[in-house]
């Protein structure tokens, strides 16, 4: 079992930052890819940004420039830095670790808010 615990979610201006967290605890060990993903109601969850464990790593084309996915091993935390904020990035991120066996662990989401 692998838990998370996402945290950095805001309101913030357009134009500004977040960073958001993903403390990942249980069984590391088993984790090959960790993602954000984000929703709004209404609508299906989209991937926004992966890692691999060799540090590869995609992003969604609305996203590509503006995001940065990186993981901090020694804290077991994966990041998501977000610049350039739009109101359209407006959604609740939720973090993303898939297994190497293919187990899909969910953190609890973090609402992001861009508005002025």
């Known amino acids: 079992q692998v838990q998370l615990v996402e945290s950095g979610g805001g309101l913030v201006q357009p134009g500004g930052s977040l960073r958001l967290s993903c403390a990942a605890s249980?069984?590391?060990?088993?984790?090959?890819?960790m993602c954000w993903f984000r929703q709004v109601p209404g609508k299906q969850r989209e991937l926004v940004a992966a890692?691999?464990?060799?540090?590869?790593?995609n992003y969604a084309d609305s996203v590509k420039g503006r995001f940065s996915i990186s993981r901090d091993n020694a804290k077991n935390t994966v990041y998501l830095q977000m610049n350039s904020l739009k109101p359209e990035d407006t959604a609740v991120y939720f973090c993303n670790a898939v297994s190497w066996q293919m187990y899909d662990y969910w953190g609890q989401g973090t609402q992001v808010t861009v508005s002025s």
């Open positions: 890692i691999s464990s060799d540090d590869s790593t």
């Open positions: 249980g069984s590391i060990f088993s984790i090959n890819v």
